[in-house]
């Protein structure tokens, strides 16, 4: 009996590490690392640990199309951003004529007044954003100043 239940383990364990990684999903987000996504607010560097993008098909010309991407922190989201799949410097401001910039903490979002986001990779078939950003977020009563932000987002859903 003891050979196999041995016999059946070795092949339980050679079945399992012979299978694809897969995706755990923790709240909707995966575990998987998403590439990087760092930044500063007000001086003090900030490493997300997941982030998301979706990409949504608005059908409404000219531009049809809008880049949302998440980043998340502990569980918690942290970073929000709006943007058209495109290439190129976006000025930040609360429009989606440039990209709308959103930094959250205790509650409290911080939209885009002022700042760029410059997206230098925009891969909607493959899924890959690459850009630097920083912006002043104001919160109507506060603000922050989110600087030297690096965006690597690999993972993305279509709507």
């Given at each position: 009996?003891?050979?196999?239940v ?33 930044f ?20 409404i ?67 890959r ?31």
């Amino acid at each position: 009996m003891t050979q196999r239940v041995l016999a059946f383990l070795l092949t339980a364990t050679l079945f399992l590490s012979a299978c694809k990684e897969e995706t755990i999903l923790v709240n909707g987000i995966s575990n998987n690392p998403p590439g990087s996504f760092t930044f500063k607010v007000d001086g003090t560097a900030v490493t997300i640990d997941s982030a998301r993008a979706v990409l949504y098909n608005l059908g409404i010309p000219p531009n049809n199309r809008e880049i949302d991407v998440y980043a998340f922190q502990g569980g918690n989201q942290v970073l929000e951003f709006h943007f058209l799949p495109r290439t190129g410097a976006k000025t930040a401001a609360q429009n989606f004529t440039g990209a709308w910039l959103t930094y959250k903490t205790a509650g409290t979002s911080y939209h885009s007044q002022s700042g760029t986001l410059n997206l230098t990779v925009s891969d909607t078939t493959g899924g890959r954003f690459e850009a630097t950003f920083n912006f002043v977020g104001n919160s109507g009563t506060a603000t922050k100043n989110i600087t030297e932000g690096t965006m690597v987002v690999t993972r993305m859903t279509r709507q």
